[in-house]
């Protein structure tokens, strides 16, 4: 075996262990959340207390009469988020089979998760770095306590998801893919069936159905231009809806929650309903519930430290590659356009 090969081997033996650890991780929060939420006793008033249930569909707020238990519904949401983890680890490539070979990373979720969020993080933190420079600020939100931050964290991911992205893709692929099978004769069914899966896996459903995907024809064939359009326009309305609230983000928010919501948009349509709540998760509670522990002494700094500059490293090594790969095949299309 030559060096270079030698050397590639071993790069893609590191990068699988950093993905491994990572997705490690990912898994741990559940249970950390846990032990934060019910087992310190400055979270016990908090999680006794009664809350109304809010629901969000078509950018619409939606505010359920019943009350219900804090902590029960903090309990389902990590329940909810488990449930989708253990899903991307199993569905279309497994993760163990995936994180073995670096050309089936993108087959599964799991294993590209890693990846696109790291990016993204190093993308937004350079977009709200440059607007800051020029003076436009992104802004936070406040909040009274801790817990109670732990808790919005984990509950905003799954009802943004479903009313900003999930209510408008899903129907408009539900659409897409009804007209695509009316040449067709299914049973009833078998057309609820198809429409089930359309909302939950787009990318999924064309590939059953026969027609154009991304797996199969590429993000650019793959999605229509009304999705496009759809997508696009969810994704500026994600972002306005966090300045307008009023919630503490000022107007440089707009164009970074804007870019976070396509992504989410992209890898909804591609790999199903789970990946924009895990990836929206993974800015919101993951990315919050580390440095709870540490400031509560459940872990240590060097810990939290460690899972951010793996983050940070991998972000940077991905843009790299996407980067070096988008050059390497615009060359070779100017090549072949060279060719008489």
């Given at each position: 075996?030559?060096?270079?090969?030698?050397?590639?081997?071993?790069?893609?033996?590191?990068?699988?262990?950093?993905?491994?650890?990572?997705?490690?991780?990912?898994?741990?929060?559940?249970?950390?959340?846990?032990?934060?939420?019910?087992?310190?006793?400055?979270?016990?008033?908090?999680?006794?207390?009664?809350?109304?249930?809010?629901?969000?569909?078509?950018?619409?707020?939606?505010?359920?009469?019943?009350?219900?238990?804090?902590?029960?519904?903090?309990?389902?949401?990590?329940?909810?988020?488990?449930?989708?983890?253990?899903?991307?680890?199993?569905?279309?490539?497994?993760?163990?089979?995936?994180?073995?070979?670096?050309?089936?990373?993108?087959?599964?979720?799991?294993?590209?998760?890693?990846?696109?969020?790291?990016?993204?993080?190093?993308?937004?933190?350079?977009?709200?770095?440059?607007?800051?420079?020029?003076?436009?600020?992104?802004?936070?939100?406040?909040?009274?306590?801790?817990?109670?931050?732990?808790?919005?964290?984990?509950?905003?991911?799954?009802?943004?998801?479903?009313?900003?992205?999930?209510?408008?893709?899903?129907?408009?692929?539900?659409?897409?893919?009804?007209?695509?099978?009316?040449?067709?004769?299914?049973?009833?069914?078998?057309?609820?069936?198809?429409?089930?899966?359309?909302?939950?896996?787009?990318?999924?459903?064309?590939?059953?159905?026969?027609i154009n995907n991304i797996k199969e024809n590429g993000w650019i064939k793959g999605i229509k231009l009304g999705e496009w359009i759809i997508i696009i326009l969810t994704s500026i309305v994600f972002g306005l809806a966090h300045y307008l609230a009023g919630s503490g983000?000022?107007?440089?928010?707009?164009?970074?929650?804007?870019?976070?919501?396509?992504?989410?948009?992209?890898?909804?349509?591609?790999?199903?309903?789970?990946?924009?709540?895990?990836?929206?998760?993974?800015?919101?509670?993951?990315?919050?519930?580390?440095?709870?522990?540490?400031?509560?002494?459940?872990?240590?700094?060097?810990?939290?430290?460690?899972?951010?500059?793996?983050?940070?490293?991998?972000?940077?090594?991905?843009?790299?590659?996407?980067?070096?790969?988008?050059?390497?095949?615009?060359?070779?299309?100017?090549?072949?356009?060279?060719?008489?």
């Amino acid at each position: 075996m030559s060096n270079s090969k030698i050397i590639l081997k071993i790069a893609e033996v590191a990068l699988s262990s950093v993905i491994t650890i990572i997705v490690a991780t990912y898994f741990f929060s559940i249970p950390l959340g846990f032990i934060l939420m019910f087992l310190t006793k400055e979270a016990s008033s908090l999680i006794a207390s009664k809350v109304k249930v809010l629901m969000i569909f078509f950018a619409i707020d939606f505010w359920f009469p019943l009350r219900i238990n804090l902590g029960t519904l903090f309990i389902i949401l990590l329940l909810i988020y488990l449930t989708c983890l253990i899903a991307s680890w199993k569905l279309e490539v497994p993760f163990h089979k995936a994180i073995l070979n670096p050309k089936l990373f993108f087959k599964n979720w799991l294993t590209s998760m890693p990846l696109i969020s790291s990016a993204l993080l190093i993308a937004l933190i350079f977009l709200q770095n440059i607007q800051e420079s020029h003076g436009i600020p992104t802004g936070s939100i406040q909040f009274q306590n801790p817990y109670e931050a732990l808790f919005s964290l984990a509950y905003s991911p799954i009802i943004e998801e479903i009313g900003f992205r999930i209510s408008f893709i899903g129907v408009i692929s539900m659409l897409y893919c009804l007209n695509s099978i009316k040449r067709f004769s299914f049973s009833k069914t078998s057309i609820l069936k198809i429409l089930s899966l359309a909302f939950l896996f787009p990318d999924k459903t064309k590939q059953i159905i026969g027609i154009n995907n991304i797996k199969e024809n590429g993000w650019i064939k793959g999605i229509k231009l009304g999705e496009w359009i759809i997508i696009i326009l969810t994704s500026i309305v994600f972002g306005l809806a966090h300045y307008l609230a009023g919630s503490g983000w000022e107007i440089g928010k707009v164009s970074s929650a804007s870019l976070a919501g396509l992504i989410f948009s992209l890898v909804y349509i591609r790999y199903g309903i789970h990946a924009p709540i895990l990836l929206h998760w993974f800015f919101n509670y993951y990315s919050y519930v580390y440095d709870l522990a540490v400031e509560k002494q459940f872990l240590t700094l060097t810990t939290s430290t460690l899972i951010s500059e793996f983050t940070l490293i991998l972000g940077i090594l991905t843009i790299g590659f996407f980067i070096i790969e988008f050059i390497v095949k615009s060359l070779q299309f100017i090549s072949f356009r060279k060719i008489p």
